[in-house]
């Protein structure tokens, strides 16, 4: 009869490919079943693999095999049978509080049905699974083999993993058991046969392991594969019979009697007979009995195993035979079968955990070779990441795995879909293919002798080789590196140099750790680190560290070729390194050291076009502007000037947008060589290619930059102060204000711009830097002593609270001197004319203040009597100085007595308050202060309507607030009303203040009230 998925109430069936990618990433959640041949293969001992062709005599050969003839019975011929059930554990899942969860069935193809069937017979045969009502159910899997006909069985248990608690037990480190081989000339490894199958499950754990297919729905007796913690339940069992830390009593009684007297153990008393054993072992392991072994029955190896793979060397034939037998025998104790096929005995090398291990040293297998020989380079980013998930576990033998393999790392998945730019990954992809195919060999390391430190630094990356000496040359014990954070890629490269050997310090430090160290570097300040006395900054933390270890630095610069001639095999030469780094540059190593150079960049008779520019955005709206202004040289006349609004943005968006803006202004007038002046240190950097781009938002802008500069011949980036970006700022400020984009035209704002502008003052070398002889002019000779005899009228007489005007010579007013004699050169009080006029005619600008100002000046045809009457109750708040300047008269009240009566307050319009709250709170004198300390510091000297709440929302805004200082502190939650119910359970604390001064001088008194008694103390 015939059955479909719909009859067996099963779903789909689900088919995995053996070498695809899901395998691979499923494969630790997957119970992936061996090939069941035969669960009780015969074991003939003379098969095993003993000894070493050519090298090994029948003797010995024949002494190892009597040891293994004496503990056959825990040899199995196959490494998939079913082992005996190991003594003295159990596995036990701790699935919690969690509700179980039945799978449906998947559906098994017809032709495939009678391969699971005889699986599943097999098992059930062996009493590995059998019949069951739980709650749980989880569906198996097919998998098919590269044939296309065969299958394994898997059962899907990704469910059930994520309700198992999982275990703290830990599992080894791999490079820890790759280590303390150096003394060793023969070797065994031992495979333990269907490692897991060996532990029995409890009752729950049987429950919650229950698989469902379309034969029925069973659960197993042993401990599966792929079932959260099976491999941690595994490793305890067998550190336990490596180190000998807790005894089996009382199930010792089924442990033969030989095995009992070899480890010199008696069996208790009591009775326990073998029927009674599983019993008991359900009820209590020996880790929960935790009753300890005998001092005589210590560690047998020294070593620790990684799950079910055991290796061991020894120094000589006898010494491997006597420490088989040992084991032997404490294998037997704990009933663990040993997988006779996989094993191997008496070998100057042996496969351990994919390395060959020999007495040389180790080196990677040529499996893993072989399996990336022919690959192609990867399709998808998950292909990308498992190649080189592949190789981290061999990084310690690719030389500067971190420079050849940075490339692939920072691809993403669009760049490899649309196979933009990937030569230099490809060409890392083949580089790598090609060195994890010819490994070198790492010498085991050797404590008794020094180590060797050659660190390799470039631009994005700090490597090291740890090596050690034999007869005059080095060879390399293990490779270490790490990409450079975005911090460290501007340090220096000695200090680079200084962070691969801290990274060898940190990586390797158990292995190295009272061993003397030779450090070969091509710069002396590792050197100066250790020894410096006056090291500030981070050489601190650094000399810190260097100085616990035995260094020994030796500087190799100018005897490169001396340390290349004693360099082994696997040592490549630092100037080669460097070769294969340049064409290997990734996003990262393009970031440059910025230059040091002096900003002066401008001779005096440079012609050409500067462009400035200038973003801003408020946070709260997320509404910006920009501004931009193209300058002629020489007399850095304006050319043209735009402010422009934006929409969406951030800072950093409206400053980029203000670059793109200019430069596209600076095209449709042809112009193809441009000075590029900002404030925008981010901007500049990422433009220049000192800085990485992270943000999208910016990469987008960025890469819109980068294909705007292919039109221009040259362009030069140079990053400026906002003070002296004035006219691009006033711009930008203007345009937020008038909420609109504008282009400057008239007479009057040219001639502010070129007025209020400094960046000739940063670009324009300097006369004394060309050799020319500085000339004061005579109208600022002696300014302070000629006040007197200069007429500048009224309009630049200064007001007793104003701030003064310093005298200076500027390079700019030099320049322009120069360049255009008939336009006189402007002093100080020119200056300050010129600001109170435009102060003034701001203030006209204003309705409101333009109001004001006609009441004061006695105007009052001009109101209407009801308009009239309103400025007159504020008028007397108000008055006009000799230049027609509005202040605001301070008064006296209950809270300010004394508030800053005897100066009045210059009355900002509101084109001017950006201005004055950006030199309060941004400028270098306003250290960016907070709110309360930027407010009384305007109100000193200035007064507008909301005053506050402006300074508030600029505080708010401000982004460099927002990014460079933490949050404030959790002050915590309140205790509410408290109720004492005796004394002195809460007190109280009271600050009295302006108390009369006492005979110490003091004003303040504090009091301390018990709550509930109202005893003040």
Same mark, same amino acid.
Request: net charge negative; aromatic share 8%.
């Given at each position: 009869m015939k059955m479909n998925a719909e009859d067996l109430d099963s779903e789909p069936t689900i088919y995995i490919h053996e070498g695809s990618e899901l395998l691979s990433q499923l494969r630790d959640q997957l119970v992936l079943l061996p090939e069941l041949k035969d669960l009780s293969p015969s074991c003939d001992i003379e098969t095993a693999d003993v000894g070493e062709h050519g090298v090994t005599t029948p003797d010995e050969e024949h002494k190892m095999r009597n040891i293994l003839k004496y503990h056959r019975s825990i040899f199995l011929g196959d490494g998939n049978a079913a082992p005996a059930p190991a003594r003295g554990v159990v596995c036990d899942l701790d699935v919690g509080d969690a509700k179980p969860v039945a799978q449906r069935s998947r559906s098994v193809a017809p032709h495939l049905s009678m391969k699971v069937y005889e699986l599943i017979k097999k098992l059930l045969e062996k009493g590995l699974v059998e019949h069951c009502e739980s709650p749980w159910a989880s569906p198996i899997v097919i998998v098919l083999k590269k044939n296309g006909v065969d299958i394994r069985m898997c059962i899907d248990y990704r469910v059930v993993n994520m309700f198992i608690k999982l275990s703290n037990y830990p599992l080894p480190l791999i490079d820890d058991l790759l280590i303390d081989f150096e003394s060793a000339m023969w070797f065994m490894s031992l495979d333990m046969a269907s490692g897991f199958w060996a532990i029995r499950m409890t009752e729950r754990a049987k429950l919650v392991s229950a698989f469902v297919c379309p034969f029925g729905h069973f659960q197993w007796v042993r401990m599966p594969f792929g079932l959260k913690n099976a491999p941690l339940v595994y490793q305890a069992v067998i550190n336990n019979c490596l180190w000998g830390f807790v005894r089996l009593s009382p199930e010792e009684a089924e442990v033969d009697q030989d095995v009992l007297d070899f480890l010199q153990l008696e069996c208790p008393g009591g009775g326990v007979t073998e029927e009674k054993v599983p019993a008991l072992t359900d009820t209590m392991t020996v880790f929960q009995r935790n009753i300890p072994t005998p001092s005589h029955m210590g560690p047998v190896l020294g070593r620790s195993s990684y799950i079910d793979d055991i290796a061991d060397g020894a120094v000589s034939w006898d010494q491997l035979c006597d420490d088989l037998n040992k084991l032997l025998f404490?294998?037997?104790?704990?009933?663990?079968? =040993?997988?006779?096929?996989?094993?191997?005995?008496?070998? *100057? %090398?042996?496969?351990? $955990?994919?390395?060959?291990?020999?007495?040389?040293?180790?080196?990677?297998?040529?499996?893993?070779?072989?399996?990336?020989?022919?690959?192609?380079?990867?399709?998808?980013?998950?292909?990308?990441?498992?190649?080189?998930?592949?190789?981290?576990?061999?990084?310690?033998?690719?030389?500067?795995?971190?420079?050849?393999?940075? =490339?692939?790392?920072?691809?993403?998945?669009?760049?490899? *879909? %649309?196979?933009?730019? $990937?030569s230099r990954a490809k060409e890392s992809f083949e580089i790598l293919k090609r060195k994890i195919a010819s490994t070198p060999l790492l010498r085991h390391p050797d404590r008794t002798r020094p180590f060797v430190i050659i660190p390799h630094a470039n631009q994005w990356a700090a490597c090291a080789v740890l090596g050690q000496e034999y007869d005059g040359v080095i060879h390399p014990v293990r490779y270490t590196g790490r990409v450079l954070n975005d911090a460290e890629l501007r340090y220096h490269i000695a200090e680079k140099e200084v962070i691969a050997v801290l990274r060898v310090l940190q990586v390797f430090r158990t292995l190295i750790e009272g061993c003397p160290l030779e450090v070969y570097t091509r710069y002396s300040v590792l050197k100066w680190i250790i020894q410096s006395k006056t090291a500030d900054g981070r050489y601190v933390p650094w000399g810190v560290t260097l100085s616990h270890?035995?260094?020994?630095?030796?500087?190799?610069?100018?005897?490169?070729?001396?340390?290349?001639?004693?360099?082994?095999?696997?040592?490549?030469?630092?100037?080669?390194?460097?070769?294969?780094?340049?064409?290997?540059?990734?996003?990262?190593?393009?970031?440059?050291?910025?230059?040091?150079?002096?900003?002066?960049?401008?001779?005096?008779?440079?012609?050409?076009?500067?462009?400035?520019?200038?973003?801003?955005?408020?946070?709260?709206?997320?509404?910006?502007?920009c501004g931009c202004v193209l300058w002629k040289l020489p007399g850095w006349s304006v050319v043209e000037a735009q402010g422009f609004i934006l929409e969406d943005v951030t800072v950093n968006d409206a400053e980029y947008n203000g670059l793109m803006k200019g430069l596209q202004m600076a095209r449709e007038k042809n112009i193809t060589e441009l000075v590029v002046v900002g404030d925008s240190r981010i901007v500049i950097q990422q433009v220049q290619g000192l800085i990485n781009c992270h943000q999208p938002n910016l990469q987008r802008k960025l890469a819109e930059c980068e294909a705007m500069k292919e039109h221009f011949t040259s362009l030069r980036l140079v990053h400026v102060k906002r003070d002296f970006n004035q006219a691009a700022d006033y711009i930008t400020s203007k345009t937020l204000v008038l909420d609109d984009s504008w282009a400057v035209q008239e007479e009057d704002e040219i001639r502010h711009l070129e007025q209020v502008s400094k960046i000739p003052e940063q670009l324009m070398k300097s006369q004394a830097s060309l050799g020319v002889d500085i000339r004061v002019p005579e109208s600022l000779a002696d300014v302070s002593f000629q006040k007197e005899n200069v007429d500048v009228g009224s309009e630049s007489a200064p007001l007793p609270n104003a701030a003064r005007v310093m005298a200076a010579v500027t390079r700019s007013g030099t320049h322009r001197e120069a360049e255009d004699s008939s336009r006189p050169p402007l002093g100080p009080l020119e200056y300050q004319a010129e600001r109170w006029r435009r102060i003034k005619v701001h203030q006209r600008s204003e309705e409101y203040l333009a109001e004001l100002v006609r009441f004061l000046k006695g105007d009052f045809e001009s109101f209407l009597p009801r308009r009239l009457r309103k400025i007159s109750k504020v008028a007397d708040l108000f008055a006009l100085d000799s230049r027609g300047i509005i202040y605001r008269l301070a008064r006296s009240t209950r809270d300010r007595p004394r508030d800053f009566a005897d100066e009045p307050r210059l009355v900002v319009p509101k084109a001017l308050q950006t201005d004055i709250l950006h030199y309060a709170h941004e400028d270098y004198q306003g250290g960016h202060q907070g709110k309360t300390r930027t407010h009384e510091r305007l109100r000193s000297e200035f007064y507008w309507p909301g005053m506050y709440a402006d300074v508030d929302r600029f505080v708010e805004e401000c982004v460099d607030c927002a990014s460079g200082k933490g949050r404030p502190p959790n002050p915590g939650p309140s205790p509410g009303n408290i109720t004492p119910r005796r004394p002195f359970e809460a007190v109280s604390m009271y600050f009295v203040t302006h108390m009369p001064k006492s005979a110490r001088g003091n004003t303040f008194l504090l009091l301390f009230q018990d709550i509930f008694s109202g005893y003040v103390m």
């Open positions: 404490r294998l037997r104790y704990w009933n663990i079968s =040993v997988s006779l096929p996989k094993s191997e005995f008496g070998k *100057r %090398s042996i496969p351990y $955990l994919s390395h060959e291990i020999s007495a040389e040293g180790i080196r990677a297998t040529l499996k893993i070779a072989k399996g990336v020989q022919d690959l192609p380079f990867p399709s998808t980013l998950n292909g990308v990441q498992s190649f080189l998930g592949s190789l981290n576990y061999y990084h310690k033998f690719i030389e500067d795995f971190p420079v050849v393999a940075a =490339v692939l790392y920072e691809l993403t998945d669009e760049q490899i *879909r %649309s196979k933009r730019d $990937l270890w035995n260094l020994d630095i030796r500087k190799v610069k100018k005897d490169e070729d001396g340390l290349a001639a004693i360099m082994g095999a696997g040592i490549t030469p630092r100037e080669h390194l460097d070769e294969v780094a340049e064409s290997l540059v990734p996003a990262k190593g393009l970031v440059k050291a910025p230059p040091v150079i002096s900003v002066e960049m401008l001779e005096d008779d440079f012609e050409g076009v500067v462009l400035s520019f200038d973003g801003a955005a408020k946070t709260s709206t997320r509404k910006g502007s």
